[in-house]
């Protein structure tokens, strides 16, 4: 049976009582309705002597207000893609960003950036609601890191604009284009370790955006003849560079 999986953002050691969050409490007693002495996992995305990994743990105590598990060992597991991939997402409507942001993590992607663009909805919100929208994103993926098994954390990073994309360096700068002429088959002779992937909104970029992407050292590519959606480019193609140079296939 598939053990349930949390993380936890604090140190943990083996032999360790711990005093549950309220939000996974709710989630345990009156989702998964576990019991007392029921087993889970726990992460918190340290290295452990460098190595990274999870604990396996026991509910303890078990009530509507408070739950309690006590760690049991560490277990070296690293299941994370051999690239560094960084998502640079033009910001899209909640649910095929929310949607965006959990196949990213699941497919193996290091880092995600939102991006203002000129058609993001986004734009007119002030600081405070801004920062409620990117726990919103970290939450969506925490929970896809938990459910794919992972035992590093993908970031959420501050949403940048469109000119400061450059500033995030990689050996490899990808910008997604359905008018490129370069297309995805060109790459397989190049060796990269790290790759920046730029996707637009719904709409897409303006030229005025391409052009500045470009003039960053992003490389257009098109990935076939047909376009596809915000929330279906930055995946097909994160499956192909997983493919190339990751550990998908």
Same mark, same amino acid.
């Given at each position: 049976?598939?053990l349930?999986?949390?993380?936890i953002?604090?140190a943990?050691?083996p032999?360790?009582?711990?005093?549950?969050?309220?939000?996974?409490?709710?989630?345990i007693?009156?989702v /998964?309705r576990?019991?007392k002495?029921?087993d889970?996992? *726990?992460?918190?995305g340290?290295?452990?002597?460098?190595? #990274?990994g999870?604990f396996t743990a @026991?509910l303890t105590?078990?009530?509507?207000r408070?739950?309690a598990? *006590?760690?049991?060992k560490?277990?070296v597991?690293?299941?994370?893609?051999?690239?560094?991939?960084? *998502?640079?997402?033009?910001?899209?409507?909640s649910?095929?960003?929310?949607?965006?942001i =959990?196949?990213?993590?699941?497919?193996?992607?290091?880092?995600?950036?939102?991006?203002f @663009?000129q058609?993001s909805?986004?734009?007119k /919100?002030? $600081?405070?609601q801004?920062?409620?929208?990117r726990l919103h994103?970290?939450?969506i993926?925490?929970?896809?890191?938990?459910?794919s098994g992972r035992?590093? /954390?993908v970031?959420?990073?501050?949403?940048? =604009?469109?000119?400061?994309?450059?500033?995030?360096k990689?050996? /490899?700068?990808?910008l *997604?284009?359905p008018?490129?002429?370069s297309n995805?088959s $060109?790459?397989?002779?190049?060796?990269?370790? #790290?790759?920046n992937?730029f996707?637009?909104?719904?709409?897409g970029?303006?030229s005025?955006?391409?052009?500045?992407?470009?003039?960053? $050292?992003f490389?257009?590519?098109?990935l076939?003849k047909?376009?596809?959606r915000t929330?279906t480019?930055?995946?097909a193609?994160l499956s192909?560079l997983q493919f190339l140079w990751? $550990?998908?296939?």
């Amino acid at each position: 049976m598939r053990l349930s999986r949390f993380f936890i953002d604090e140190a943990l050691s083996p032999g360790q009582s711990l005093i549950l969050p309220p939000h996974l409490v709710n989630y345990i007693v009156n989702v /998964l309705r576990l019991k007392k002495g029921a087993d889970i996992i *726990l992460f918190n995305g340290q290295a452990i002597d460098k190595q #990274s990994g999870e604990f396996t743990a @026991t509910l303890t105590e078990i009530s509507k207000r408070s739950s309690a598990a *006590l760690i049991e060992k560490f277990i070296v597991k690293n299941i994370e893609s051999p690239i560094n991939s960084h *998502l640079f997402q033009g910001i899209s409507r909640s649910e095929r960003m929310d949607y965006t942001i =959990q196949k990213a993590v699941e497919l193996g992607i290091t880092a995600i950036t939102p991006v203002f @663009t000129q058609r993001s909805n986004l734009r007119k /919100l002030n $600081d405070k609601q801004l920062q409620k929208k990117r726990l919103h994103w970290q939450g969506i993926a925490t929970s896809a890191c938990e459910q794919s098994g992972r035992t590093t /954390l993908v970031k959420i990073m501050p949403p940048v =604009q469109v000119k400061q994309i450059g500033e995030f360096k990689a050996d /490899l700068n990808l910008l *997604l284009s359905p008018t490129a002429q370069s297309n995805i088959s $060109d790459l397989q002779s190049i060796q990269a370790n #790290s790759i920046n992937i730029f996707i637009g909104p719904e709409g897409g970029l303006s030229s005025e955006e391409i052009n500045c992407a470009v003039n960053q $050292d992003f490389q257009e590519i098109k990935l076939g003849k047909r376009v596809l959606r915000t929330e279906t480019a930055g995946l097909a193609i994160l499956s192909i560079l997983q493919f190339l140079w990751g $550990d998908l296939g």
